[in-house]
């Protein structure tokens, strides 16, 4: 087949989509890519055909309407067998721009923007909007159940054509290194009985680390001066936190670490994985923190609730009382609560998966 991966910036491409990339041209289809170029696209994919679209993450914005114009083109020119695409407003001008071609359609969610607890605009507009765009779809793939028994309700192009895979998948390789770890003790001025929470996140609304800030200043309040909050990423809500930060005096207490390129040794680190997020897929994070036996106290919602099943892994909570309470209970009984990592979840799994799917579609 020849096959087209859509997104809306190459960092989705570098980041989710190689593994099953090189599975399909070691099975010899073609691949081809299209997004709008927010970074060097990987060593690994530099011989592909690669197509500039001017996709932006504002569906409002005009550069769209030449997006759909350019992806028209493309169609035109290339003639594809089958359209993957992925990102909710690539995949919204895909499905449309491809409607009248003859190539399969498909799409990837990693996450639907309507969700239990998702306000009323997300509602009106995204959940209707996907549900209109099915029309135009052969294939939809989901990563969570609560998306997964969504999109039964949607008329697709063809029949039992939702499908469920597990996530993305991590192969985090778990090593020890004992100088880094040194380092970030050094440079932080960790003393041996501190206590170390991390969330690895972009820094924006929708991870929502305003919370955690919130938490750790009812923490320290109550007495727990040896926590220590690390927040790895930069994003657009940093300033914001910074300053609120200040404002609590826990400079002491939350560092904003900025993008960190290897999570690992802060994982070695943590006594606690924690996630404010109000909206989810089904987490690497998470599932890099079994993979080192960290527990976790994520927000009770999508993605979480598909991962965390059992009592040793950590909590789910619904508010400030609550992640605070259960931070508390994990670190002072630590011995209770040790994940594993089950490879349900490794790239090799997510690979698979999707191959059956592709499989299907050249039926």
Known sequence: MKILQVTTISNTINAFLIPHIEALLAQGHEVELACATNQPLDQRLTALPHHEISFQWNPLTTDNVRAYFQLKKLFKARHYDLIHTHTPNASALTRLAARHENGAVMYTAHGFHFYEGASKFNWLTYYQIEKILARYTDKLVTINQEDYQRAQGFKLKRKNAVHLIPGIGTDIEVVAQPQKVAEIRNKYQLRPEDK????????????????????????????????????????????????????????????????????????????????????????????????????????????????????????????????????????????????????????????????????EMRV
Do not use: C, W
């Open 196 to 359: 170390i929470l991390v969330f690895a996140a972009e820094l924006s609304q929708n991870k929502n680390q305003t919370l955690l800030i919130d938490v750790m200043d009812r923490l320290v309040t109550a007495g727990k001066t040896n926590y220590r909050l690390f927040l790895l990423g930069s994003g657009p809500k940093r300033d914001d936190y910074q300053r609120k930060i200040a404002t609590l005096n826990l400079e002491r207490h939350v560092f904003l670490t900025g993008q960190v390129n290897d999570v690992r040794p802060f994982l070695e680190l943590a006594d606690v994985v924690v996630s404010s997020s109000q909206r989810e897929g089904l987490p690497v994070n998470v599932l890099e923190a079994f993979a080192y036996g960290v527990p976790v106290v994520l927000t009770k919602i999508r993605g979480h609730v598909d991962l965390l099943t059992e009592r040793n892994q950590g909590f789910l909570v619904e508010n400030m009382h609550e992640m605070a309470a259960a931070i508390d209970e994990i670190l002072t009984a630590s011995e209770k609560y040790r994940p594993s990592f089950t490879n349900k979840y490794s790239i090799n799994a997510s690979v698979q998966a999707m191959q059956k799917i592709y499989a």
